[in-house]
């Protein structure tokens, strides 16, 4: 079992508190997944020239301690085109720097191999951890917030180990991220076909052989249906997939609708989460649009 | 103060469910007869479980699963969705839902009545062992799979696998159908199957007027009922 909860804001005054109104929606998912917790939010985005990566360093020996301005100014010295900087809150850092993300990224796994990068673009921030979601959500202030659309995830494990990077959100690529409630029962023969592609893994979860198949089919040209039809035909198992792109949230159930969804929709917002329960306490909710996502069909709701 | 139907109200946002329920599991005679309104309910499972005894219960929102689970003589109405599961294993008695239902909507129900005004999700009325379901909208697929006894009225649509390897049960559908499950057909409705919908519908108290004599009666081809050694056994 997992829990999983997405939200839309319309309006920009809600910007503000995107967050706020997050929070109750995870703590509402924490039956479903007690044991980690993550979210990633989307907001303006940077100019063309620059990338923000979300990084982890808990599982690094220094842990909540580590040394994010001696980082910086590391990075800086080896590629001063970078102008890193970076804006920390213990165990996890945004980086954000003024060049190709790739060469920062090959740089931070060769200086700080245990450091994690969990996220990499122009829009997005990540946050995962393990632990109940309240305390994964008070531990990053999840409820300050901003942005136009997140998406969430409680995590009860089934298929790997409960470690913070094998929590959800999974990334691949640049402003990509995918929540992922069911088991796959592929997950080895979709890394088969990616791995030879040159496509590299950082865990055995199976819920990243989604989320990189998915990135994969829109870096080779997919639109996000397309892409979508494709996990159709190429995921096998059970999955509610709720993905978020720079100005996207995009939902698919399997064929067997084995896993809940419930989508509420106001003038205000559109808000996605396993069950109704975690919607209750929405503004508006009484007067919102409330349906259950089909099986097999695609859902995408634009920022 | 005879004829004044007492009224009790258990508002979930400040009492649980198992307040609820704890109340609702009292002996039938001091029950019988009564109303109990439930507040706030926001998605909480299990509502109204295991009931057994002739009271009313109006839950005012939105059920999570297994709402009315198990039922026996009490009348549930949820004036919202219900999830997973809702009236699932009914004995007897009465689940109304305004809205939509989720999956397993009547699951393995042995009597009484369903009613979903809205759409149904998928494998509503599975294993259906003699319960009746009127469903205002469409249900998902594999409806009444392995469906042994009662009826189903689906005044919407049905998706696919529509009653597959069904036994003894009898479908009505007005909309269209997807496809029919193994051994499941469309069968003549005869005088008796038009009089069983009119009854039905009349039953459920639909907003919407349905003619009983445009349904199509879905029954068991029984060809799956004893084991054929012929048969290709491919699979």
Same mark, same amino acid.
């Given at each position: 079992m997992c829990g999983i909860v997405g939200l839309l804001v319309k309006k920009p005054a809600l910007k503000d508190q995107l967050g706020a109104l997050m929070v109750p929606m995870l703590l509402g998912m924490t039956e479903r997944g007690p044991d980690s917790a993550g979210l990633a939010v989307f907001g303006e985005a940077l100019d063309a020239g620059h990338r923000k990566l979300s990084l982890y360093s808990g599982l690094t020996a220094e842990g909540s301690q580590f040394g994010w301005a001696a980082l910086v100014t590391a990075l800086n010295a080896d590629m001063p085109a970078a102008r890193a900087s970076a804006?920390?809150?213990?165990?996890?850092?945004?980086?954000?720097?003024?060049?190709?993300?790739?060469?920062?990224?090959?740089?931070?796994?060769?200086?700080?191999?245990?450091?994690?990068?969990?996220?990499?673009? =122009? $829009?997005? *921030?990540?946050?995962?951890?393990?632990? /109940?979601?309240?305390?994964?959500? @008070?531990?990053?202030?999840?409820a300050h917030l901003r942005g136009t659309h997140l998406v969430g995830h409680t995590r009860m494990a089934t298929e790997s180990a409960v470690t913070p990077d094998r929590?959800?959100?999974?990334?691949?690529?640049?402003?990509?991220?995918?929540?992922?409630?069911?088991?796959?029962?592929?997950?080895?023969?979709?890394?088969?076909?990616?791995?030879?592609l040159g496509i590299h893994f950082d865990t055995d979860?199976?819920?990243?052989?989604?989320?990189?198949?998915?990135?994969?089919?829109?870096?080779?040209?997919?639109?996000?249906?397309?892409?979508?039809? =494709? $996990?159709? *035909?190429?995921?096998?198992?059970?999955? /509610?997939?709720?993905?978020?792109? @720079?100005?996207?949230?995009?939902?698919?159930?399997?064929?067997?609708?084995?896993?809940?969804?419930?989508?509420?929709?106001?003038?205000?917002?559109?808000?996605?989460?396993?069950?109704?329960?975690?919607?209750?306490?929405?503004?508006?909710?009484?007067?919102?649009?409330?349906?259950?996502?089909?099986?097999?069909?695609?859902?995408?709701?634009?920022? | 103060m005879e004829g004044v139907i007492e009224m009790t109200t258990f508002d979930l946002a400040t009492q649980t469910v198992r307040e609820l329920n704890q109340h609702l599991?009292?002996?039938?005679?001091?029950?019988?007869?009564?109303?109990?309104?439930?507040?706030?309910?926001?998605?909480?499972?299990?509502?109204?479980?295991?009931?057994?005894?002739?009271?009313?219960?109006?839950?005012?929102?939105?059920?999570?699963?297994?709402?009315?689970?198990?039922?026996?003589?009490?009348?549930?109405?949820?004036?919202?969705?219900?999830?997973?599961?809702?009236?699932?294993?009914?004995?007897?008695g009465r689940v109304h839902v305004k809205g939509f239902a989720s999956n397993a909507a009547g699951a393995t129900a042995h009597g009484g009545l369903l009613v979903i005004e809205g759409d149904a999700g998928l494998r509503c009325g599975i294993s259906l062992k003699g319960g009746d379901i009127v469903v205002g909208g469409s249900v998902g697929s594999f409806s009444a799979f392995m469906a042994q006894a009662g009826r189903m009225v689906i005044c919407g649509d049905a998706a696919d696998a529509l009653g597959d390897s069904i036994y003894e049960?009898?479908?009505?559908?007005k909309g269209e159908i997807k496809s029919l499950g193994a051994d499941a057909q469309i069968e003549p409705m005869t005088s008796a199957d038009i009089a069983t919908v009119a009854e039905l519908l009349k039953s459920a108290g639909l907003k919407t007027a349905h003619d009983p004599a445009a349904f199509r009666r879905i029954a068991s081809a029984r060809t799956l009922y004893h084991w054929n050694a012929d048969a290709d056994q491919d699979y």
């Open positions: 804006h920390a809150t213990g165990n996890h850092a945004v980086l954000t720097v003024a060049v190709d993300p790739t060469p920062v990224k090959d740089w931070l796994h060769e200086q700080h191999p245990k450091l994690h990068i969990l996220s990499t673009g =122009r $829009s997005i *921030d990540l946050y995962k951890d393990i632990g /109940t979601p309240g305390e994964v959500a @008070a531990r990053y202030d999840f929590a959800h959100p999974f990334t691949a690529g640049e402003d990509f991220c995918l929540v992922h409630n069911g088991s796959l029962s592929n997950p080895y023969g979709v890394r088969r076909k990616l791995e030879p979860n199976d819920t990243e052989a989604a989320c990189r198949f998915i990135e994969w089919r829109l870096r080779d040209g997919d639109d996000l249906p397309t892409a979508l039809q =494709r $996990s159709f *035909d190429e995921l096998d198992g059970f999955y /509610t997939l709720l993905m978020g792109t @720079a100005d996207q949230l995009a939902l698919i159930r399997d064929p067997f609708a084995c896993k809940p969804a419930m989508v509420a929709e106001t003038d205000d917002y559109v808000a996605i989460a396993s069950e109704f329960r975690a919607l209750a306490h929405l503004p508006g909710i009484n007067h919102a649009n409330v349906f259950e996502p089909a099986p097999e069909e695609m859902y995408v709701w634009k920022a | 599991h009292q002996p039938a005679g001091e029950l019988a007869g009564r109303e109990v309104v439930v507040a706030n309910p926001n998605g909480a499972h299990n509502l109204a479980v295991g009931l057994n005894a002739p009271v009313h219960v109006t839950v005012q929102g939105h059920a999570g699963y297994y709402a009315a689970g198990m039922n026996q003589l009490a009348t549930v109405v949820i004036e919202g969705s219900a999830g997973t599961g809702v009236a699932e294993n009914m004995m007897s049960a009898v479908l009505y559908v």
